[in-house]
């Protein structure tokens, strides 16, 4: 049974400063991973995809990378901004029509 | 103009009751999903469906019930509800590919069982 930690569970941090989010599963045989965001009340936005098959995923200051043999991706934020606080939350596929498996997120905060 | 669209946003009920959760998806996915978001928030899949067919149904009591009429709606309908079914709960919807999926999900209803 596949099995999603992030890990820490919240952060804080000053505006401005780099930061990495982990997420590490159980079984490696997955069909792809998902990084969302969960802004407080409202539902998930996708953010980042990586394919089993890829190593990492970039879009504006986020870059999500995937090492599958070691079961853990990261979710890397640069120069953060207070409208970047939220919960992420990961997620991986186990093949292409299953479901998600979701870790339990990490709450960010950026201070201004 | 909402990709995934679900109603209530807000339930408050007492035990006992039935209701309803409606969701809808205007991108023309075949799949759609729903999932619970408890306390902890921590995510589970419940139900989801392809084009009108059931393809996964986890573990959750037969007091739930999902309805896709169509294929850009799936319904979820609880009966009895209880207090532990206090919970966010998501619709989602996919298209799958060869390409990898990505689930869009709705802003999330939020039911409050007293």
């Known amino acids: 049974k596949q099995e999603v930690t992030q890990i820490p569970a919240a952060l804080s941090v000053p505006e401005g400063e780099n930061l990495v989010l982990n997420c590490s599963f159980t079984d490696s045989a997955i069909y792809n991973l998902q990084w969302f965001r969960q802004d407080p009340g409202k539902g998930l936005t996708s953010l980042l995809l990586i394919q089993s098959s890829q190593r990492e995923q970039t879009s504006g200051r986020l870059n999500a990378s995937l090492d599958k043999s070691s079961g853990r991706s990261t979710l890397y934020i640069a120069a953060s901004q207070p409208g970047d606080s939220a919960t992420y939350l990961c997620?991986?596929?186990?093949?292409?029509?299953?479901?998600?498996?979701f870790g339990e997120g990490t709450q960010l905060t950026v201070n201004p | 103009d909402t990709a995934v669209s679900q109603t209530p946003k807000y339930l408050v009920t007492q035990m006992g009751n039935d209701k309803s959760i409606k969701c809808e998806q205007n991108?023309?996915?075949?799949?759609m999903y729903w999932y619970k978001q408890d306390s902890k928030k921590f995510l589970k899949i419940m139900f989801s469906y392809n084009n009108k067919e059931l393809i996964i149904n986890e573990t959750v009591p037969n007091r739930f019930s999902p309805k896709s009429p169509d294929k850009a709606h799936l319904n979820l309908h609880i009966n009895s509800l209880e207090l532990g079914d206090s919970a966010v709960y998501f619709c989602?919807?996919?298209?799958?590919?060869?390409?990898?999926?990505?689930?869009?999900f709705g802003a999330g209803t939020r039911l409050s069982v007293l």
């Open positions: 997620a991986v596929k186990k093949t292409s029509g299953s479901r998600l498996t």
């Open positions: 991108l023309g996915h075949d799949t």
């Open positions: 989602a919807s996919s298209q799958p590919g060869t390409g990898g999926t990505i689930q869009y």
